[in-house]
Structure formats: structure tokens, C-alpha cells
């Protein structure tokens, strides 16, 4: 284990396995609540971190489990923890599957749920691998296998980009998009709940001709799934908010970060807590090194208040 600490940067003027064969895909049975409109917003920056720990190197998810936040790296094998303090520590994983990477990252007290993709074209599923911290190692217990919509296949580079957990439901974003018939974009969101095996299907209609999910946070309120995903896309850096439900969810708030991204600065995880305030952490590598890891931390913001 490795222990560093994050340092503050100055404060920018910006305006305002089980694996098997029982997985089912149902229609969910969770109510969207009333229609709103929405609302768009401008992100405004608190301050940046440096995450400055040798493992900080493409950040590709992240959670918050109550009492700090974690991230994973897409390709070096090792859990990230950031605790109240600003004080990092590494965490090496053991039983990732050969050829795969890490993208999404949700987690509780005791468990970590990490999304992969892999190389394999015409993928018809992907897998979340469920870690436990055992005498300081990250080990792989279980697996679990997400299906997608058919007829969809994920190709190279493409997977369980986004994951949250929202009470004991947990909630991944596909990378692979369809378009509707009214030509609306839309991201497959799956929903399965612990400890079970049906997968519940919803689609998110994303707000840009080019974007797609890169990261999610979530919770559950009053029997409503809420979810705050990253749609992006080199220009294209947003968060949106939504609910699961029925119908195709669609964003009630949609927070610009384009003003935000310097260079090719690249949003992968988001954390959301009950004030409103926003942690984001960027993927700095892209066949190479293109700048530092970092947090992106944005004033709270009363729209995604709990």
C-alpha cells in the first residue's frame, strides 16, 4: 500500500460469478415520477487536486462509500482510496481476467463492483468483477455477467463504461448506442439487483450528436432511482440528471462542463454527494501520457441536492 497526498490547486475563474445462463432482460417496474423539463446549467469550479500517487495514471471510475472516495485505473490493476484527509492509498487488485480493462467503479462499506471491457469483437455480454479488500490486496470474489439488448454486440474499446449502486440495485451504462426511430441517440442502461440474476433494461436519450456515457453516480429516493451520467465526448463534456423508469429516461438537468476541459481533458467517474457537490476525475491516458490525473471538484449545485 502506498500513501501520498493530495495537493490544491489554485482555484480557476470560471463562470458560473456468478456467471450463467439465467439472465433475463424485463422491463423495470420503477416509476419515473411526474415529467420536468430541463433545466440547464453551467458547471462552476471550486478547485482542482492533483492526484499525484504513481498508480493516479488513467482514472476510469469512481465511488464514494460514505466516508472517502475511490477510484480505479483502467490498466494498472490497483484500487485508489482518498480518504477524508486528502491522504491517498493504493491498493494492488488480484484476479482481473487477462485482456481486460477496468472502467467503472461502485462500491458500499465492504464491497467493490468494478465494470470491464475487452477486445473480443461481437460480445454479446460484459462482466462486473466483485472485489474485496483482504489483508491489504483487492481480490476478485465473484463475477457477475451483464447482458446486452439484443441484437447489439460490443466491438473494440466498447463496454460497461459507467457503474453505480443505488441501495442494493446496481446500475451500468453499455458504451454501444442504437438510434431510435426519431433518430434520438440512446445509451442501454442495465439495472440488476444484488444477490439475483434477472437484468433490467432502460435506454437514456443522450443530448449530443457525438456523446456517450463515460461515467455514472446514482442513489435511490423515495423508491426513485436518480442517476447523474457523464455524456462526453472530446468537445461534448456534460452531466446529466435522470430517473429510471418506464419510458426512456430523459435528462431533467443537463450541467455544461465544456468550459471546464483544458486540452483533451477527459471526464470518466463522477461523484455526487447529498449537498450537491461534484467530484470528477479525468482519464489522462490516450496512447499516451496527455497531462496530469486530477479531481475536478465543482461548487455544489441545489439541483442534484438530496
Known sequence: ?????????????????TMGCNNKQQRTKVSAGPPRGSLELKAELAYRTLLDNEYAVGISGSCWDGNSRWLVAERNSHLLRIDSNNK?????????????????????????????????VGRTEDRVLVVE??????????TLVLPYPAPMKAGVNQGLEGLCL??????????????NDAGVRQAPILRRKLGESDTFLHWVNLTSRTGKISGLDCRERGGIIEVFAVERHYEVSRVLQFELGDAPSKAQT????????????????IVVDDRGR???????????ITGPSEETVLEPIPAFAH
Open 133 to 142: 479488500i483482504i489483508q491489504g490486496i483487492g481480490r476478485v470474489i465473484d
Open 88 to 120: 491517498i492509498e493504493s491498493f494492488l487488485l488480484e484476479g482481473i481476467p487477462p485482456e481486460h480493462d477496468l472502467e467503472g467503479l461502485a462500491c458500499d462499506a465492504d464491497t467493490f463492483y468494478i465494470s470491464t471491457e475487452s477486445d473480443t
Open 166 to 179: 443505488a441501495g442494493d440495485w446496481l446500475i451500468a451504462a453499455g458504451e454501444i448506442l442504437r438510434t
Open 1 to 17: 500500500m502506498q500513501h501520498t497526498i493530495l495537493r490544491v490547486l489554485p482555484i480557476l475563474a470560471i463562470a458560473t460469478t
Open 254 to 269: 443537463v450541467l455544461d462542463l465544456a468550459h471546464l476541459v483544458r486540452e483533451s481533458e477527459n471526464f470518466e467517474s
Open 278 to 288: 461534484v467530484w470528477l476525475s479525468n482519464d489522462n491516458q490516450y496512447k499516451t
